[in-house]
């Protein structure tokens, strides 16, 4: 036994020596800055952001401290990110606390509202710092709406983010229009269909601000500190002297509706809901995605002047997009058209581009531009497009064939003048608009390509927090359509005409407000007159959108001019301006936050429950350093009888896209407990995002060296039965998935429509060293799922050379000396046939060194219903619930040859089961399996736990 334990430390040491000894070296790039409160860990290209935190972090930390009477323990990571160009940002308490922050400015949308984005983004999730990190955190117990809310209602404390913008306003109005405000539990936590997440942000934080001005910041920092009132209704009941439903039926109250609201006109062939964007006109139509489709479509429009109506062709699609898709924009002839959106470069890094889309040709042509947020043509040859660097905006003229940047127009971002740049649109005679945003206070900046002349709209005379800027030559003039909104109100329609300097605008509400608004050029209006154009626009409801339709003399106008700009500097800045002087940086060390190690407590329960001895209790610890570039998990089971201490320690060095991992390991085959393995393992793995979101590539290799014990249950412990073989092995796997969900819930039942298809490979090569025996295994498995009807079929298959597959307990082992050849399993599960008369039938198969099998499953949803609710007490959300059945069936066995016997094995399966999809990403349940060759013979239950697609 002394022996046994001497030797599993001498693996753990060899292991933890190794880790140290490399470790500096994956972080070699990186710099780190030490403030009062926190160290800020960046590579070169984030120095500006990192001289913003270094100057601004503490003051708002102390600030978020006095408001929530909180104190900071101990110094906080803030890890940015550079090399990704797609905004996001998070706290975590695992395996310790830590921010990490995406270094990159924000397309236009719901965090549109954050002038200084970084900064902002860092004070939200330093509101989540401070309020989730504190004694016994995991004891205190809210919901995703009062987790957000708190750092969604901090972020707007100083007339800034999202609680000040209309464009979120809108959501609350819109919903009580449509009747569908949600309880306090329906948006407590992320539904996964639209708007999925977005509620829990919004109602949470104008929810936490409600109670926050109405009873007082002490009694809302009350929330946040641990009590024996464990539940949220309690809780809050105890600090408001009223339950949660009450206060939140009063902050419904609160939410203004409009004084006069017009119903809109539907678009005559577009009546559907959908979820619709980036809409975009030419001459002879218009083009649109559809995030439920996920495609972008066009659709001709013609005009029928003898009954002033419009008629519509039939949608024709012209490309799969996801929902990165940020702008379209048409040359002047309609011929090409500008796609910008994001592709990603590894599982959690993204970068901008736009493509051109050749219409005639169907396809898109040339090299996509990178780092281009969004583009508009100037002539054939020339883009405008907006260029992103970190939190930088730069408006640059580029040839579309060699992808030179022929000059820098205009440049926004900390310490300059505007924050944001969007929406660029050729107005004629070279120049361009686009919107110049400091947050929702934004301008028309008007560019001429030729001379650099710079004019904007008067702030008095310019509408509220502009968005979806779109330009149409109609007649011999450019015209501009655009959405605004004030606060407390409904987003609008406006229109400017650059040459006149004629402004448009919407004076009166109109439910589902006006998004996306594009007009028809002037040889397409109705009975030809001038002036009144037609607007189609996307109305956005609830839980859907749609497309309407307006006229241009349905607004009120106004004439102003613009006021010119002389150069860049006479406009003073409104962002703040980073200061490098202030950053003294040294290497950052990972060492001094690997240590700190989260201590969980894990269990084994046995495939077959009642074997006791395979029960059994420890620990697992995580360690990852705060840039997630080194992550260590080690695991400590004991299994009490016959006893045993498993281990197992796991290392992985990630490198976007490469991961290196290497592990040790002294433990049981906890499926059949008929081995015990000790050794130790090196890999690679690699994710690669493909064209879409919902398409990837995943490779993995894994190399092991093993000794192998085989077991018996005879004896108080496992320690004294001897190694008997040494396997060498290793292992390569190949995984591609393309399955798209719908998301616009039309009826509650099977709301959710899955299509697409899933394929994984294996193969497994074992060598034993003493038997000098080779074992090798490919596998396949295809998954496919059929759109409307919610069918899955999976087929699945394995040849095996002196290895075979046991359908009884799903393992892979030699056929003879039955030590394991792979762990990888893409078969179903067969464990109804798991009796003695069965397994007495399998090991009677032929000895033939070659095996094989084959298996099916058919799988029917017969029942589905999104719920979207969340509980009153514990922090879960039942997005649905559905009951599947289905036929599983295999074919396996040994084939033949002159030296040795064959036999197969065929079994199949009834089953049903029920699944409760939780919290976006999780779906538990039960499962029966009824076994068909012996039909009286009872089934098994099993609890299944997996991911929600």
Known sequence: MKQHRNNKAKLLGIFFFFIVAIAPAFTESLQSVKTKYFEIIYREASAPSAALLTEYADGYAEEICTALQQKIKGRIPVYLVSDTEELNGYFTRTPHRRIVLYDTGITDGTLGNLPDTLLQVFYHELTHALTLDVPFSLLNILPMSFVEGAAVSFESLHGQGRLNDPLIKQYLIQNKIDGITPTWTEAASSRDMYPTGLWPYIYGGYFADYLQKTYGMESYSKLWKLSWRLFIPGKFKSIYDKGVSAAWNQFINTIPLPEKLNEPAPFASQ????????????????????????????????????????????????????????????????????????????????????RIFDMKKRRFIGKPIPSSMAACFVDNQTLCSIRLKNQSFSAVLIDRTTQEVKKVLYTAGPGQSFASLYSPCYIGEGQVALIAANGVKRTILRIDTETGRLSSLPEQDTPYAIRYLQSVKSGNEYILAFSWAEMNMLYRLGLYYPKSGIIKTQQTDISGGVFFPILLPEKQQLSNEVGNHSIIYVGQHGTYHRLYTMQESELTVKTIQPTAITVQPDIPASTKLPNLELLNPSRYQPLTWLWRAKVRPTANIPADIRRYGGYGIGIKLAMLDPTETIEVNSSLLFLLKPFFTQIKADAAYHFRPISLNMNV???????????????????????????????????????????????????????????????????????????????????????????????????????????????????????????????????????????????????????????????????????AYNTDAMRKKFASLGTGKVSGGISGVC????????????????????????????YAWILTGNFASKAHTGGYLYLDTLYVNCLVALNRSVEIGGEYMHPVRTFLRPGVFRFVVGVNL
């Not at 998935?737 to 429509?753: E, L």
């Open 271 to 354: 009546t559907k809901k959908s979820g619709y964007s980036a809409l975009a006109a030419t001459h002879d139509g218009f083009a649109y995605y559809d995030f439920d489709s996920q495609a972008v479509y066009f659709t001709h429009v013609n005009i029928d002047n003898t009954d002033n109506t419009i008629a519509a062709s039939t949608p024709v699609k012209l490309f799969t997009a996801d929902f990165s898709l940020n702008q379209l924009s048409f040359s002047e002839d309609g011929s090409l058209l500008v796609v910008s959106d994001s592709v990603e470069t590894s599982n959690k890094t993204s970068q901008k581009r736009s």
């Open 665 to 831: 390991f002294d433990q049981l085959d906890t499926k059949t407990f008929t081995y015990r393995k000790t050794g130790f393992g090196v890999g690679a793995s690699s994710v690669i995002p493909l064209s879409y979101s919902w398409e990837m590539f995943k490779l993995s290799y894994l190399a092991t060296a093993a000794w192998i014990a085989p077991l018996s249950d005879t004896g108080k412990t496992f320690y004294p039965f001897p190694y008997k073989y040494t396997v060498l092995a290793h292992e390569g796997q190949l995984y591609y998935r393309n399955v798209r969900s719908s998301r616009i819930i039309r009826s509650p039942f099977f709301a959710k429509d899955l299509q697409g298809v899933s394929i994984s490979s294996s193969l497994a090569h074992a060598y034993c060293v003493e038997q000098k025996a080779n074992a090798a295994v490919f596998q396949a498995s295809f998954d496919g799922y059929i759109p409307v009807v919610p069918l899955r079929f999976t087929l699945s298959g394995y040849l095996g050379f002196n290895a075979q597959f046991n359908p009884l307990n799903g393992t892979y082992s030699h056929i003879a000396a039955h030590y394991p050849v792979t762990e990888t399993n893409y078969f179903p599960s067969f464990a």
């Open 859 to 886: 799988d029917l949803t017969f029942f589905s219903y999104d719920v979207q609710n969340g509980s009153s007490f514990l922090p879960l959300f039942i997005n649905r619930i559905s009951f599947h059945t289905g």
